[in-house]
């Protein structure tokens, strides 16, 4: 049996995989999948490829271009989540920011340089007419370290995936002053080279699984309260979230790949655009 060492966040989106890991359906595919929670995101998992501490991570689309692009030899096998990542925009719920202006010249909690908070935040500036290049950070780590930086002052907004923070919201911890989705599909399965050279059947064993399960996720049955208890959420918010959700079983398009190129190069994050086949594995 060979095994798959997998990094993600620890988030909704991610419940197909521990359904698979926790009734065997991986093992009876010949595929030990090890799977390892990033709760500081992108950067940490981009971090983790290089150092080969794991095989593949289910990554958020506009990080792992970006860190391909700056040499980590990983490449996109599929396609994940084909809808746009929600992130709202979050402050201290103390705070005196009533509205996304107010926000201009604030610093900006994120978990790390190259993560999907720091890169969304170019985003969201360039949204609201601002000067990307303008912004200032404060790295936190993660969700309880952006916690402590807007309580304290060190920063003025957080950026986060939505339903994720939303019991931060309800809890009175975070206000959120908006929403911010991202302009593509939001997670994809990055493999290392390496390991795809080595152990090309059991990616394609393991991407064949979750995608059986994948396609009938919706349909499972007590499937929204799986989710409302497994990660604390309220099952109206996870109705919501499914509505708006949509899982993929295919490599991602070529349209999808050239919109967040597009956008790094234009944001200055990025100095050149690469051919597709920098980044896509199309053999699986």
Not at 68 to 92: D, F, M
Not at 119 to 124: D, F, K, S
Not at 227 to 254: F, M, N, R
Not at 261 to 277: H, P, T, V
Request: proline share 4%; net charge negative.
């Amino acid at each position: 049996m060979k095994t798959v060492k997998v990094g993600g966040v620890p988030e909704h989106f991610n419940l197909p995989w521990h359904l698979c890991i926790d009734d065997g359906t991986f093992d009876k595919e010949g595929v030990n999948v090890v799977w390892r929670d990033f709760p500081d995101g992108t950067g940490a998992m981009t971090m983790a490829l290089r150092r080969k501490e794991i095989d593949a991570a289910v990554i958020l689309t506009e990080g792992i271009v970006k860190d391909i692009l700056y040499g980590n030899r990983v490449k996109i096998v599929q396609e994940y989540i084909a809808s746009p990542l929600i992130w709202g925009i979050h402050v201290a719920a103390g705070s005196s920011f009533r509205n996304l202006e107010d926000l201009r010249h604030q610093k900006v909690a994120i978990s790390r340089l190259g993560s999907g908070s720091h890169l969304m935040a170019y985003v969201n500036a360039r949204n609201l007419g601002w000067d990307p290049h303008e912004l200032e950070f404060e790295i936190v780590g993660d969700i309880d370290g952006a916690v402590a930086a807007l309580k304290s002052g060190k920063a003025g907004y957080f950026m986060w995936e939505h339903f994720t923070t939303k019991p931060l919201v309800d809890n009175g911890i975070f206000r959120r002053l908006g929403d911010c989705p991202t302009p593509w599909s939001c997670f994809v399965i990055a493999v290392r080279e390496e390991f795809l050279e080595q152990e090309s059947a059991a990616v394609q064993n393991m991407l064949k699984t979750l995608n059986g399960v994948t396609r009938r996720f919706k349909s499972i049955p007590g499937i929204q309260s799986a989710l409302a208890k497994k990660y604390s959420q309220e099952p109206e918010d996870i109705k919501q979230w499914l509505e708006i959700t949509s899982w993929s079983q295919k490599q991602i398009s070529v349209t999808e790949l050239e919109k967040v190129q597009d956008q790094l190069l234009e944001l200055g994050l990025i100095k050149e655009k690469r051919e597709n086949a920098v980044f896509l594995n199309n053999e699986l």
